[in-house]
């Protein structure tokens, strides 16, 4: 494989907080149109992995390489203007306003002096949308207020609110934890609907909704690469199953 064929590169990325090495000489690829999925016990360093690919801890060594792109000399804003979205566990929309407003509010405006006062609601920022709308399950719903929706509609509408901006690499940090079947059903969907045009990287713990979603599975144990491959190449790994399942 060239690298170009890879939307990420992540090569010997290492961070130490007070020399405890949390994420120690880690490597992994991504290719586009890709939903990877990384699993580990707690502690195993995947939410300070994504951490540093958005630039909101900084690295004490390697490389993150987006699209030619090295990320680990940009700053958070730098790195969400390259095309990278991040989106936490607690979903965090205004809940005062209605869907289409959080939406709105998402769409970029680009760097313009005038701001928010040049940002029209134009055609093709409702026809826009009205797109994103429909991909997480929320057309019916653009003029109600995001307070009334439930935890997993907040949870997609914050998908969406990224989706709007367009990223080419998506992170999500257990995006079904707290949500009911059915909304876990629908996330799998969504997520599949999503990597026809971008990359996503997922934390995640229920072994069911990786089935459903993962391309490939990413296991870190202590910071480290464990094992990598399709879910039955990973379940079936011993060092996998030795490391879920204690001794
Ligand atoms: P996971 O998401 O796999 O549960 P984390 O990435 O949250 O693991 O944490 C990995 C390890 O790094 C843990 O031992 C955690 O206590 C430690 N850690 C994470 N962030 C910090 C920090 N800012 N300062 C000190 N230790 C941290």
């Known amino acids: 494989d060239s690298k170009d064929a890879f939307i990420l590169t992540v090569e010997d990325l290492t961070v130490s907080f007070d020399g405890?090495?949390?994420?120690?000489?880690?490597?992994f690829y991504v290719e586009p149109n890709e939903c990877r999925v990384i699993i580990g016990p707690n502690g195993a360093g995947k939410t300070t992995v994504l951490d540093l690919i958005c630039g909101r801890t900084k690295a004490?060594?390697?490389?993150?390489?987006f699209k030619g792109q090295e990320l680990l000399k940009m700053r958070e804003d730098q790195i969400v203007h390259a095309g990278v979205g991040r989106k936490f566990q607690n979903p965090s929309v205004y809940e005062d306003l209605t869907v289409f407003e959080n939406l709105e509010i998402s769409y970029p405006r680009g760097y313009s002096v005038f701001g928010a006062l040049a940002f029209r609601r134009d055609q093709a920022v409702r026809d826009r949308i009205a797109e994103i709308a429909e991909i997480i399950f929320l057309q019916n719903h653009l003029q109600e207020k995001a307070a009334y929706l439930s935890h997993g509609q907040k949870q997609?509408?914050?998908?969406?609110?990224?989706?709007?901006?367009?990223?080419?690499?998506?992170m999500l940090d257990e995006p079904v934890a707290g949500m009911s079947v059915a909304e876990r059903v629908k996330t799998a969907e969504l997520l599949n609907r999503i990597i026809a045009d971008r990359s996503v990287i997922v934390i995640e713990h229920d072994m069911k909704f990786v089935e459903d979603i993962a391309t490939r599975v990413t296991v870190l144990h202590q910071g480290k690469l464990l094992a990598e491959g399709s879910m039955a190449h990973v379940q079936a790994d011993p060092k996998v199953i030795e490391v879920y399942l204690g001794h």
């Open 20 to 27: 405890f090495k949390a994420v120690n000489g880690l490597n």
């Open 60 to 65: 004490t060594g390697g490389s993150v390489q």
């Open 156 to 170: 997609w509408l914050e998908i969406g609110m990224l989706l709007i901006q367009d990223p080419e690499l998506l």
